[in-house]
């Protein structure tokens, strides 16, 4: 009875982080590059019972407990690309981050809102510069072209290339301040995503999807909840109404 | 208790001040020389929030992604509509971050896109808000203001009216970082520390664009990018204050538990 009240406090905690979650992607459905935060909610260890008898344990099958709550996951998938004519908006295609140089190390993020700093270096819209192949990209005045395979043109002439990295699908990302993601995998330079200057990468976050999950949690939270009441009712009867001796 | 309000929260203020710019964008729409402003967002980082224990199931510590901020306006500096006008003397600059040098009555020097150059009292060019030209070009008695030039080259009619000559010449001003410029209302910026040491040339000349005369620069605010823009945002708006009510409506359960 009282496994029962844990189990659905349990999956009421588990619904509410979830939609916190599901909150924080709608905040940011206008957030370039951002990818939206996927809630995983999974059963608790199971258990393997063993029934004793005779100093013999006996396997009569397997319990599961609760529910339990992981680290959101990275939505890694790709966001619309969004046409702002901004010749220093530039948006990855393909599976790849730009690289990004910051007081606390390399940080990775989608998020291709440049901007030229006051000593011409390429840097994000909140001043870090980013990396290019051989370090922070330094541009020349006057305008500049950006290839599909990231190498920076000013006029004729190539200034560099910007890194773009890899991440093998497992690695966990961890976001950031400013829209980056930090991660311990190694990256590799992508041979595949390619750069469309002019553009932003739009947020991943699905509307429609975000707010179906909303009602979903809600229901199952309320489920929970409705759960635990019951239990109690159970558990108060019998605390109150077992063992009382009638006096009629 | 509050930071469980948070991410729907700053969602709804996200887009109250996308709204805002996009306010501030349609009104400027027959601005001219005015450029676009859009806001621009992050996401906050993930802070740990439920580290709570139910019986055996230890749920967290747990990083949720805590909302969104607005880290600032961003200007669009592509060239607005361009109409002709036929006066020579309306300028507008072809680069879209490039610009030239007036200073104020107060002796400030601002910077300015686009514009119409007339006379002043002592036959010096100024700007139509009373600005003058920098570097300063004055008018030799009794000439006539003629032409400019696409490399920036100011000509005047002699006073007999058979030739012209240079009196002047435009010099086009250029930012490392335009967007750290300051708007300062009237077509005017202001230069400041973030928008680093501006450097000088000649229209026309090696990276420098050619100067227009005799068109205006329309408002680069395009209309239906704004009206797309702003249905998006009252959309998502709604969203937000949609999520606000679910997480005030879970935490209404969670008091009710006890009755």
Request: no cysteine.
């Amino acid at each position: 009875m009282i496994r029962t009240i844990y189990e659905a406090a349990a999956g009421m905690m588990a619904q509410f982080a979830r939609q916190l979650t599901l909150s924080t992607n709608l905040a940011n459905i206008d957030t370039p590059g951002y990818k939206q935060q996927e809630s995983t909610i999974r059963d608790f260890q199971q258990m393997f019972l063993l029934r004793l008898a005779n100093g013999q344990a006996n396997p009569v099958g397997t319990l599961s407990t609760a529910v339990r709550w992981d680290q959101p996951r990275v939505d890694t998938r790709q966001g619309a690309l969004v046409e702002t004519g901004r010749p220093l908006d530039l948006a990855i295609a393909g599976n790849a981050f730009f690289a990004v140089q910051t007081p606390d190390g390399v940080e990775y993020t989608r998020d291709g809102r440049f901007q030229i700093d006051a000593q011409r270096r390429l840097v994000t819209a909140d001043g870090y510069p980013v990396l290019g192949e051989q370090g922070p990209l330094v541009l020349p005045p006057g305008d500049i072209w950006v290839e599909p395979d990231g190498t920076i043109l000013a006029g004729d002439q190539a200034i560099g290339r910007l890194l773009l990295l890899e991440f093998p699908p497992d690695a966990e990302l961890t976001l950031v301040a400013g829209n980056r993601y930090r991660t311990d995998a190694q990256g590799v330079p992508s041979q595949t995503a390619g750069v469309s200057q002019g553009f932003i990468e739009a947020s991943n976050v699905d509307l429609t999807q975000t707010l179906t999950d909303m009602l979903a949690a809600t229901r199952s939270y309320q489920l929970a909840a409705r759960t635990l009441q019951l239990a109690d009712e159970t558990l108060r009867l019998a605390v109150n109404s077992v063992g009382r001796i009638s006096q009629g | 208790m509050e930071a469980l309000y948070f991410p729907a929260v700053s969602g709804a203020r996200a887009q109250q001040v996308r709204l805002d710019t996009i306010a501030h964008n349609l009104a400027n729409l027959e601005t001219d020389g005015f450029k676009a402003v859009r806001a621009e967002f992050a996401a906050v980082p993930p802070q740990q929030y439920l580290v709570a224990r139910a019986g055996e199931a230890v749920l967290g510590p747990v990083r949720v992604g805590a909302g969104v901020e607005v880290i600032g306006t961003t200007r669009q500096y592509t060239l607005g509509p361009i109409e002709v006008t036929g006066d020579p003397f309306d300028l507008t600059l072809s680069g879209p971050d490039t610009f030239v040098a007036t200073q104020l009555a107060d002796g400030t020097i601002a910077y300015r896109r686009s514009g119409r150059l007339s006379l002043d009292g002592a036959g010096r060019l100024i700007f139509e808000d009373g600005s003058l030209l920098q570097p300063p070009v004055t008018l030799p008695a009794g000439t006539q203001l003629d032409r400019i030039a696409p490399d920036g080259t100011i000509y005047a009619r002699t006073a007999d009216g058979t030739g012209t000559q240079a009196i002047g010449q435009i010099q086009l001003v250029r930012f490392p970082n335009p967007q750290g410029l300051l708007a300062a209302g009237q077509g005017r910026w202001l230069a400041t520390e973030a928008a680093g040491q501006p450097e000088t040339g000649i229209p026309g000349e090696a990276t420098w664009p050619p100067v227009l005369s005799g068109v205006r620069e329309h408002s680069n605010v395009d209309l239906v990018d704004q009206m797309t823009q702003l249905i998006m945002a009252q959309r998502a708006y709604t969203a937000n204050l949609r999520a606000l009510q679910t997480i005030d409506e879970l935490i209404e359960i969670a008091t009710r538990l006890r009755q």
